[in-house]
């Protein structure tokens, strides 16, 4: 199922939010300057997994309620995974660093290559789980764009 083109506005872009488990090793620290690059390049908004795992109401109730919550794991232990889910957030994208070939090492053993290869998959898609909650065109309707009166194609 494919996703509805972008309008000119953004009015029919995903509001996600990010989850870094941004632990103490390279994969975890990756994950947190990968999350803040996503943030800045408008794929999502960086959120603090420690304050997800006590339970903020604010933030869970705006993680369950985006149309995207992408979680970004270091290492198998997938921390950032299982408190989103200890809170009920359903995750529609999860990436753990070590599955994309980014070995765990001291904290400092990161490249931007290893950063860059992380935003990268996100964009791209990968780690979607079969129900993430993409819209297609068929659920907007033909010749109806997006909805937003910015006259764009979409």
């Known amino acids: 199922m494919a996703e ?45 997994a420690s304050l997800l795992a006590i339970g903020s109401e604010g933030l869970v109730t705006s993680a369950k309620k985006v149309d995207e919550v992408v979680v970004l794991d270091g290492c198998p232990m997938e921390c950032a995974r299982k408190i989103a889910e200890s809170q009920g957030v359903p995750i529609g994208q999860h990436l753990v660093m070590t599955e994309l070939g980014i070995t765990k090492g001291p904290s400092r053993s990161y490249t931007a290559d290893d950063i ?28 109806t764009g997006c909805g937003c009166g910015c006259g764009g194609s979409c």
């Open 116 to 143: 860059e290869k992380v935003v990268a998959a996100c964009w791209a898609g990968e780690g979607k789980g079969e129900n993430t909650g993409a819209r297609s065109k068929k659920d907007v309707g033909p010749g």
């Open 4 to 48: 509805i083109p972008s309008c000119t506005c953004g009015q029919n872009e995903k509001k996600r939010i990010i989850f870094p488990c941004a632990g103490q090793a390279n994969t975890g620290q990756i994950t947190n300057l990968a999350a803040i690059q996503l943030t800045e390049e408008g794929y999502g908004s960086i959120a603090c």
